[in-house]
């Protein structure tokens, strides 16, 4: 056993399971401490994702004091200057997983540097991904631009290789802190409380992702083909924001998933969905400039409009057309939005309204429990027309149309939009057409601030420009 102390930098690791960091500090050392380390300035349009982080701090951290590990959590505006002053520290040995964000891998290079130097034990070990990002690429070398092929690849890739002996955390012999001025989870929480429906709804630790994902194995994954873009109904798994804070690790569902039969279609289209994360991690690393703008350069050219009227009526849910509003409201009061419902509100966005993707994204940002800078940057940029792979910017959502088909009954919008509970079914899409003394549109519901048709041309109009 090593005398040193184990530190273990917690990201986005809120596990024991395939927590291969804290796993090894807590193999080689009798005392560990876990830190996390705030930065307040990511989290500035974060708002949601600070509950989730808070929460799942205060559940980690009861756990961890029962194996007799102290997490804590140091405020810091720079972990560069965290770290130059860690390492004059004596006595300690250093563990952490990677993130697979330009800037943390960036700063892992700095960090692994000199840690060498000031010759501190230390190891790093891989995230939450099936394959590192530069297992997967082409025969020639270069990176994937098309979602297929790179999936063929690195699907075939994972299979192929011989997996880890699995191991697991032991209880360490004393508990002990080590680091001074440290904050409580609470401290992260959003000044505002609108986010108290949200403990309604989710509880951010492990055991729960673990549950939800054997639920969704054995009740809904069969049909997860056919149920997936129905936004009323239970058909995906959400179990987005466990795996963005790591709660839960790609290669458990891979394997869970595995293990109940032989792939099935359900199964096949499930997994090939951690594909695309795995798929947008791929091009986030080897195409940094999309995190701030357009992956395709013609797009920088696009003739955007500022349009805060616009803008405000789609992020409160009151562009009069029923779908959009169910699918904003959603976001804003649990965290989270249907992958269906979200290319509709973002392709209204981008094509209706002419507003560029990237206001749309900080929204998202902002109000989503599961957002991840290479999902939310590559999703926007799918609906957009700019990412790579994404679908062609002509080919415009009606979302009417959508609304019929994805949520045929209405009742999704009902759920979301209760001031059109009362509509038939006919015009529960289409409430302008609904002609009836006790609802009137503009007064109970807006009226649509564009009109289908002449958005459609005027966006395509726009196109032409680039
Ligand atoms: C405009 C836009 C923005 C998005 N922003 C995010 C984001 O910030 N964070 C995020 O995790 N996903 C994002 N997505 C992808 C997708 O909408 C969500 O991952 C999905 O809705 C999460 O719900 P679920 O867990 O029930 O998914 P399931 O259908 O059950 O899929 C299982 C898992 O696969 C992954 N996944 C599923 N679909 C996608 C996809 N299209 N791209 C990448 N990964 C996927 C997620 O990790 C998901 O939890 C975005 C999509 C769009 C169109």
């Known amino acids: 056993m090593n005398k040193n102390i184990g530190l273990f930098w917690l990201r986005d690791d809120f596990r024991f399971t395939k927590n291969e960091g ?8 009798d005392q560990v401490v876990v830190f996390y380390l705030y930065k307040k300035e990511i989290y500035k349009y974060q708002e949601a994702q600070k509950w989730w ?16 590990i102290t997490l804590e959590i140091i405020e810091t505006n720079s972990f560069k200057i965290f770290f130059d002053k860690l390492i004059e520290k004596k006595g300690f040995s250093i563990y952490w997983n990677k993130v697979y964000e330009p800037d943390y891998l960036k700063l892992d290079k700095y960090l692994l540097s000199i840690l060498k130097n000031k010759n501190i034990n230390h190891k790093i070990f891989k995230g939450n991904t099936l394959n590192e990002i530069d297992e997967i690429k082409k025969n020639d070398g270069t990176p994937f631009k098309v979602f297929t092929p790179f999936w063929r690849t690195a699907e075939k890739y994972y299979i192929e290789k011989i997996p880890p002996k699995e191991k697991i955390i032991k209880k360490c012999k004393k508990k002990i802190n080590y680091f001074k001025n440290c904050i409580d989870p609470d401290k992260i929480l959003p000044k505002k409380n609108w986010f108290k429906n949200f403990e309604k709804i989710w509880f951010p630790d492990e055991q729960t992702a673990l549950k939800e994902l054997q639920s969704f194995i054995n009740e809904r994954i069969t049909n997860y083909s056919d149920q997936r873009n129905f936004p009323n109904r239970p058909g995906t798994s959400k179990l987005s924001p466990f795996i963005k804070f790591g709660q839960l690790h790609v290669q458990t569902i891979w394997s869970q998933c595995i293990k109940k ?25 080897y195409f940094p400039y999309m995190l701030k703008g357009n992956y395709s350069k013609k797009f920088d050219k696009f003739p955007w409009l500022k349009n805060s009227k616009f803008l405000n009526a789609w992020k409160k849910g009151l562009t009069g057309y029923p779908i959009v509003d169910a ?4 976001l804003y009061s649990s965290g989270w939005m249907h992958n269906r419902v979200r290319m509709i509100v973002g392709s209204f966005l981008v094509k209706h309204l002419l507003i560029n993707w990237k206001d749309g994204e900080k929204y998202f940002r902002n109000c989503l429990l599961d957002y991840s800078p290479a999902s939310n940057v590559a999703g926007w940029q799918w609906v957009a027309g700019c990412g790579a792979d994404a679908a062609p910017y002509f080919r415009i959502f009606n979302p009417i149309l959508q609304g019929e088909k994805f949520d045929k009954e209405g009742d999704y919008v009902k759920k979301w939009v209760p001031e059109l509970k009362s509509l038939p079914k006919k015009f529960i899409h289409k409430p302008w057409e609904f002609i009836d003394k006790k609802f009137q549109l503009g007064r109970d519901y807006p009226h649509p601030i564009v009109k289908h048709e002449d958005a459609r041309e005027k966006a395509l109009n726009a196109f032409k420009k680039i």
């Open 22 to 29: 804290l796993i090894e500090a807590t193999t080689n050392h």
């Open 53 to 68: 982080l808070s929460k799942s701090l205060f559940n980690f951290r009861k756990q961890l004091n029962n194996l007799n």
């Open 261 to 285: 039969k032989s792939k099935n279609i359900g199964t096949t289209k499930f997994l090939t969905e951690i594909g695309w994360r795995e798929f947008n991690h791929s091009l986030i690393n």
């Open 327 to 330: 699918g904003m409201r959603e």
